[in-house]
Nanobody
């Protein structure tokens, strides 16, 4: 009954911006750390950004630091990823995930629930 549904992906030119959303249902959203991962064709899924249960702590991969911002609104059961200054190498399917242990937020094995993914394509 737990569902995570991503939205907001699409096609954008290099240098542009997108805002991804992940709406959660069937769980107590405020009990979970949330993360965004991405997977490009031919590559392993990689960590992008994570946020603690109340939004007080965030962590970013070096590849997105300074360009992406993760945030959450617990009243709306939603986590966001604001992506600015997009590059062609950001092209991937982006997944949101929910897990119990923020200290392991960069480890995909920590997460209990995953969304279906949303495609982001950045043209050069």
């Amino acid at each position: 009954q737990v569902r995570l549904v991503e939205s907001g992906g699409g096609l954008v030119q290099a240098g542009g911006s997108l805002r991804l959303s992940c709406a959660a249902s069937g769980l107590t959203f405020s009990n979970y750390a949330m993360g965004w991962f991405r997977q490009a064709p031919g590559k392993e899924r990689e960590f992008g950004a994570g946020i603690s249960w109340n939004g007080g702590s965030t962590v970013y991969a070096d590849s997105v630091k300074g360009r992406f911002t993760i945030s959450r609104d617990n009243a709306k059961n939603t986590v966001y990823l604001q992506m600015n200054s997009l590059k062609p190498e950001d092209t991937a399917v982006y997944y949101c995930a929910a897990g119990a242990t923020f200290e392991r937020v960069t480890n995909y094995q920590m997460y209990s629930y995953w969304g279906q993914g949303t495609q982001v394509t950045v043209s050069s």
